[in-house]
């Protein structure tokens, strides 16, 4: 039986999949290798790039026209900036990969060459060398590009760019250059130099970039189709919505909460049992509690001062932000934030682990017992639950939000804290946020034996008079409350200005909006 796929290349043997071929722009791809053109790929982690690689060297290879190689540098990263010992390591995987489709030529030749022409120039030389031997024009696909730093990748993109002039009798007639960037973006420190050279200079050969973007609806709903033709397991409609609404179609996420759910979960002890959005919904939060791999290595970059000054904002809702294109750039590539405006973030998915993780320590400092804020018949006592962070935040706001990187956003953050370790004993916790919103919208769902129960909190930070912010906030609240199906909102208006004492600023009242819902207001 095959499965989704969350590890590595995908193999059709093996794995449910969308063919890689199919996620290429195959026409632009052979135009570029048909007129020597040197260009990179790139998309985020686990989106399907090593897929497509291999794929495309088995299709040019089996068409016979070009001897087509892949070869994947990320072993030479943990050498650093070791020119030396990473050319070898490039170098021994380059002779290994093109024996395996047949080619010999640089197995045994390659130790000779380096020793001939230094670490400098070997891998130019070897690939000159190769490249005059070779019957058929040599196309090269280098995979994990940007996993290489400093010295050892300057020295790697200036020797293909010293030997492009020679291609295709005495260079390969094409490159493409994989990872998660666009070589544009690399910003290399030179230890050598002490120097900062961008990978655009260091790689001005480039004639195009192309980036593999997400499953469409589509592809994700065909790919979901394979599992219920092999095992008759269907997926419900709004389970089907779910998985495309909560991913986006980000191939990883996809697969993760497919397969989480239809092998893992209680639907893998019963193939006529259909699955559920609830049963997605459960994935997800699976997934999230265990830290996957995937979801920590983005949220690891969230300590970075670029990913920092484009993520704030989007946090905290405010329409300043002090970013640059090339910050912005780079955290698209990482596929943090989606690729068209408005600028947000990717998927709910990554909406909810974002502010997960900066509260992570946070969470596991308060000391909160959930039982204190639930009734006898299971339902949430919301009104107290309020009451206790209004009381909480005034007494310790000063050194909780000090605790955040990201101090702009810390109230937000901290209520967000607050509420996560009530509601894992029972519900959850969505939420929308984005800059120019001015504001974070949150909603609870509280499950009880006869219904679920729907809360909207909606987060406003004091920026005109607290008249105008108020109304503004009831209006946007009532509007979240009516899409959301929800049966009470609160609207919190935190007042940041300096020198205003806590009395002025504590309140708690209940307002009605233009539309004639009630909304409780809170002022901290």
């Known amino acids: 039986m095959r499965f989704f ?30 007129d020597k053109r040197y260009f990179v ?39 650093r900036e070791d020119v030396e010992r990473v050319t070898r390591t490039i170098l021994t995987e380059l002779a290994s990969r093109a024996r395996s489709i047949g080619d010999d030529f640089l197995f045994e030749g390659w130790p000779i060459i380096f020793v001939e022409s230094g670490p400098g120039a070997a891998l130019r030389e070897a690939l000159t060398r190769w490249a005059e031997a070779s019957p058929k024009p040599l196309v090269l696909l280098i995979d994990e590009i940007d996993a290489l730093i400093g010295d050892a990748l300057l020295s790697v993109l200036r020797q293909l760019r010293a030997g492009y002039d020679r291609r295709p009798e005495s260079f390969p007639q094409s490159v493409i250059l994989c990872g998660v960037r666009d070589v544009r973006d690399y910003r290399i420190r030179s230890s050598s130099t002490n120097a900062i050279i961008t990978g655009g200079s260091a790689f001005n050969i480039k004639a195009r970039s192309l980036r593999l973007g997400d ?50 979960g209680e639907a893998a002890e019963d193939r006529s049992r259909p699955i559920t959005a609830a049963d997605i919904l459960d994935a997800r939060e699976q997934l999230i509690l265990r830290r996957e791999t995937h979801l920590d290595q983005l949220t690891d970059k969230l300590q970075e001062e670029r990913v920092r000054r484009v993520v704030e904002p989007l946090l905290s809702g405010t329409e300043q932000s002090a970013f640059s294109t090339r910050d912005l750039e780079y955290v698209r590539d990482l596929g943090l934030v989606a690729q068209d405006t408005p600028l947000r973030i990717a998927n709910p ?21 959930p039982a204190w804020y639930v009734h006898a018949d299971g339902s949430l006592d919301v009104e107290k639950l309020m009451a206790a962070f209004q009381t909480f935040f005034r007494e310790h706001s000063e050194h ?10 810390g109230p937000q953050l901290l209520l967000q ?35 679920t129960r729907k809360f909207v909190i909606e987060c406003k930070i004091l920026h005109k008079s607290l ?43 209940r307002r009605t909006s233009n539309s004639g819902v009630e909304i409780d207001v809170w002022g901290m």
């Open 41 to 79: 790929m790139h998309a985020p982690r686990q989106t399907g790039k090593t897929s497509g690689l291999l794929a495309l060297r088995d299709l040019l290879n089996a068409e016979g026209d070009y001897r087509c190689v892949y070869v994947n540098v990320e072993g030479g990263q943990a050498l």
């Open 349 to 369: 998915i990554y909406s909810e682990v974002v502010p997960r993780e900066l509260t992570y320590a946070t969470q596991a400092g308060l000391v909160q017992d």
């Open 5 to 34: 796929n969350t590890s590595g290349p995908v193999v059709a043997a093996d794995h449910y999949c969308i063919p890689p071929l199919e996620r290429l722009n195959l026409n632009e791809i052979r135009r570029l290798i048909r």
């Open 417 to 451: 804290a607050f509420l996560q370790r009530i509601v894992n004993s029972g519900g959850r916790i969505e939420r929308e946020y984005g800059l120019g919103h001015m504001r974070t919208d949150l909603l609870m769902i509280w499950p009880q034996a006869e219904r």
């Open 467 to 509: 008249k105008r912010t108020i109304a503004e906030g009831l209006e946007k609240t009532a509007e979240y409350i009516d899409r959301c199906d929800a049966e009470k909102g609160h609207l919190v208006i935190f007042d940041r200005r300096k020198g205003k004492r806590w009395k002025d600023k504590i309140f708690h009242c």
């Open 215 to 264: 499953f469409s609806r589509d592809e994700v709903i065909a790919l979901l189709a394979q599992h219920t033709e092999e095992t008759g397991q269907v997926f419900t409609p709004a389970a089907l919505e779910t998985i495309w609404t909560q991913t986006q179609g980000q191939p990883w996420l996809v697969n993760a909460l497919a397969d989480e759910t239809c092998f893992y």
């Open 400 to 409: 909780w939000v000090g605790r955040f990187q990201y101090r702009e956003a």
